[in-house]
């Protein structure tokens, strides 16, 4: 089996794990403080603070941000589940934007048609590692009064005119899930800007303890924290930190693996003229493309809904004979707005967001991994090669 994905692991790993056990402290301390130094460093940003995962650092931002009941934050209509649930968590109302039709990124244009007096924010996704147009949203955000919480869940290692995504807005979440360029299992960190707004987030992650005001010697309190905010268990432990860190010093390597990776994808799509059908995701925006994800595109030459229908069974008898020939491939991502949940609470329709609706029916991930072989993505190539003869033609 070629696997979608694999993390890129060595004995460096496991030494960092067993430091931790050693050392009798497993939960909350030292490495996570390390590993967040090390972070907010690698970055280039002015804070960082480890939690448990991108889900929850998008719901601390969204909190952070004070929003709430009755405010509306715009987030894109093709991106993971997580970037709406965390509005809808914090009992304000997900607003869906569409996105490119060949970047899989927030339309900007839409973005400012969706913007309404209840609005509070916006959540751009940088989609499987590619930048949206950030200069562009940042200016619509400032002349708005907008927050900015940039979703860079799959982004680390992504830069626009040198600078790392995430630190353009107020807020920046990372993911370190096991499909993302460096993974501590389950983990994800904020970048944030300001002091006040990097301890109001270690409140939030924290049960709402305010550790950094902790006083030490007689106190009634025996010196326990005191808990300004109503907060939650969003913590990391300092064993996914070790694994973290050493994951961090092997990020420049990991990202150029990926991108030489995707560079023979490239080449294998037009020697082959996979092209012809299936749409290699381009390196737009003149940013580094980190590629946590090869996401391709299938391309019928009509777009009628009949067309798109018989296009879209062809993706999955993809997927099908993929599995069946020991590659596993999986659709780019979803489109939340069409998920139960969303899609019971607004009515939405294909039509109301047709670039989303065609991205989550015709989108295709193919393995991509640092340190999977030239040979494997030749495989993979000449599967498509042969299943791209069976594809729909005009009727």
């Not at 804070?47 to 987030?75: F, K, N, Q, R, Y």
């Not at 708005?144 to 979703?151: K, Q, Y």
């Not at 989550?360 to 003869?389: H, N, Q, T």
Request: glycine residues 10%.
């Amino acid at each position: 089996m070629i696997p979608l994905t694999r993390p890129f692991f060595d004995s460096s790993e496991e030494e960092g794990a067993l430091r931790v056990l050693r050392s009798g402290w497993v939960g909350q301390g030292e490495e996570v403080a390390a590993f967040e130094q090390e972070f907010a460093r690698y970055t280039g940003a002015h804070h960082a603070v480890a939690v448990s995962s991108c889900t929850a650092a998008l719901h601390l931002s969204v909190l952070a941000a004070g929003i709430g009941p009755g405010d509306e934050v715009i987030v894109p209509a093709f991106t993971w589940i997580s970037t709406a649930s965390a509005v809808e968590l914090s009992g304000a109302r997900a607003v869906f934007c569409d996105v490119g039709a060949t970047d899989f990124n927030i339309s900007v244009d839409d973005f400012v048609r969706k913007v309404t007096p209840r609005t509070k924010a916006v959540i751009p996704v940088h989609q499987f590692g590619l930048a949206a147009e950030i200069a562009n949203l940042v200016k619509e955000c400032n002349e708005r009064g907008l927050t900015l919480i940039e979703d860079a869940a799959c982004a680390l290692g992504t830069e626009v005119e040198t600078r790392s995504v995430g630190t353009f807005g107020e807020f920046g979440c990372f993911s370190f899930h096991p499909r993302k360029s460096i993974t501590t299992g389950e983990g994800g960190m904020v970048v944030v800007r300001q002091e006040p707004m990097r301890r109001l987030l270690r409140c939030y992650r924290d049960i709402g303890a305010d550790r950094d005001g902790v006083r030490t010697g007689f106190h009634p309190s025996g010196g326990l924290p005191e808990f300004p905010v109503l907060g939650l268990n969003y913590r990391m432990t300092d064993l996914q930190a070790a694994v973290g860190r050493s994951q961090l010093r092997k990020l420049p390597e990991i990202v150029r693996m990926r991108r030489e990776l995707a560079d023979l994808y490239r080449s294998e799509f037009s020697v082959r003229e996979i092209d012809v059908w299936l749409r290699a995701p381009g390196v737009t925006g003149g940013g580094l493309h980190s590629f946590q994800a090869f996401v391709g595109m299938l391309t019928p030459s009509c777009q009628d809904s009949d067309t798109i229908d018989r296009w879209a069974r062809f993706r999955n008898d993809i997927l099908q004979g993929a599995a069946e020939c020991g590659i596993q491939m999986r659709p780019g991502t979803h489109a939340p707005a069409f998920l139960s949940y969303f899609r019971g609470k607004y009515a939405v329709t294909p039509s109301d967001f047709p670039n989303a609706w065609n991205a989550e029916r015709l989108s295709l991930a193919l393995p991509l991994y640092a340190g999977m072989s030239w040979e494997d993505v030749r495989r993979v190539c000449v599967f498509l090669e042969k299943i791209g003869v069976r594809r729909p033609t005009r009727v």
